[in-house]
């Protein structure tokens, strides 16, 4: 409620020919507080106050009002509380307006607000929720994290739910960002997160992490994070996590990770396409002016290649989220650049790129090259054959058990068997070889030999082949040889 002198302050403003929103913003409160003041009678009525419906969620929307959570959602999570509100909105909404001015009045440290230049910054924040509301039975009680960011003039959102708040996850999340938004902004604000800042030096300013640093300098924005202390930067950035939490989640729940991304992208669409408090008109619109603002965008989630510093082990190969890429020979021991993109590892030296590899998603790994190591192939026989061995084994899991087999049992042949084995696959492909690996195998007929005269027979004709494979002799039965081998067959 105001008091005499805020109401006395407003009708002589008013009488001076300023108008509500003027007003408002002289005196900080509400136009619609502005509005009942000037027709309201100027001393207080002392009829005793019989208080509110609303009051009994007083502490909730308080905290509401802290978040800026739309009055309109208020309503929505009041009504469906315990006990649900059964007011009218009309009340509700003026009790709101009512505490929201109380609240704004009891701020110790006034907030100087400044609004952005089109294109100029983007807010960032980490959120994670734990227990996400999944029905699928292997996600429930799963957490997920999400990046929030909001650019500041129009107040356009972006939201993205991700598995973890790594340094890459939030590197191909911000270039997401930049598409969805149209290109890159002058400046993104972060709070003081660990993978991009780890601390500050002597004289105050932050450490910025080497690959989050070198990805700015690229994607060109100039990165800042809240200063230590400051809480109304601080809070100006988490406002955008309160904002999903109290807004988006609540009482939705989620079949599976696809769900939450069409409820997110629908919820999205909603709220960019509302009037926004902060400046009465819907981001969605204002995003046209910041556009032509935005630096162009050079590069995709998908393609950028995120940088790593490592150093190439005696085994000729670099380590990089568990699993081992390889690299020639020659440069074992050196320090290589690395470029992570979504779909490819590529290792440079001197500019030149020395290997590139299909990236993988499976964990401890080794992706080689045959033609990194043919420098030691030539001079070491054995080191083929278990290079060999080892690519024959990821193959197919039947191949790795057929591989195993013939291992153990044709020890004293190892090398010839794995080489003609090797040969074989490269011959017939890695479909046809499987294929005949997966025939072989639950008739118990291990050998180079046998795989070589299955493939040379017309596919068609492999059912009926199982057929005399059933009469050869188990192998633990008797050695066969080629010869005996050809007999069964012809």
Known sequence: MLDVMERSAIKVLKRRGLTDVAIAEALGCHRTTVAAAVVAPLEVSTQRDRGSATDAYRAEIEAWVQREVPVRRMLELVRAGDPPYT???????????????????????????????????????????????????????????????????????????VRDMELETLIRGLLRVFERIGGVPWVVTFDNMKTVTTGRDVEGQPIWTPAFIKFATEIGFHPEVCALGA???????????????????????????????????????????????????????????????????????????????????????????????????????????????????????DQACLADHRRCYLRNKRIRERSHYEEVLKRKPRARVMLYRDELVELAPAVRTYVAVVCRRLRDQLASQ?????????????????????????????????????????????????????????????????????????
Request: hydrophobic content about 45%; charged content about 20%; overall charge negative.
């Open 231 to 349: 809480a109304n930067q601080k809070g100006a950035v988490e406002n955008l996590v309160g904002f999903v939490k109290s807004n988006f989640l609540p009482e939705r729940c989620f079949v599976d990770d696809a769900e939450l991304l069409r409820q997110q992208d629908a919820w999205l669409e909603r709220v960019n396409g509302e009037v926004s408090q902060a400046h009465g008109a819907r981001p969605v619109d204002l995003l046209a002016q910041e556009q032509p603002e935005l630096s162009p965008l050079a590069t995709t989630a998908a393609d950028y290649g995120l940088l790593h510093l490592l150093k190439v082990t005696p085994e000729s190969v670099v380590h990089l989220d568990t699993n081992r890429y390889s690299v020639p020979v020659a440069y074992i021991g050196q320090t290589v650049v690395v470029r992570a993109s979504a779909s490819h590892v590529r290792v440079f030296a």
């Open 418 to 490: 794995v080489l003609d084995l090797h040969r074989l696959w490269q011959t017939a492909g890695t479909e046809g070889f499987v294929r005949a690996i997966e025939t072989l195998l639950p008739e118990q007929v291990f050998g180079a030999e046998y795989v070589g005269a299955l493939l040379a027979r017309p596919a068609d004709e492999w059912a009926t082949a199982v057929a005399w494979l059933q009469a050869v002799p188990a192998q633990g039965t008797v050695d066969r040889d080629l010869a005996l081998y050809e007999r069964y067959v012809h």
């Open 87 to 161: 007011g009218s909105q009309s009340a509700f909404y003026a009790r709101v307006g009512q505490i929201r001015d109380e609240v704004r009045r009891r701020a110790v440290d006034a907030v100087v607000r400044f609004e952005g230049l089109p294109g100029e910054y983007l807010q960032v924040d980490w959120g994670e929720v734990r227990r996400m509301a999944f029905t699928q039975p292997d996600l429930v009680g799963a957490t997920r994290y999400f990046l929030a960011a909001r650019l500041k003039y129009s107040r356009l959102m972006v939201v993205q739910f």
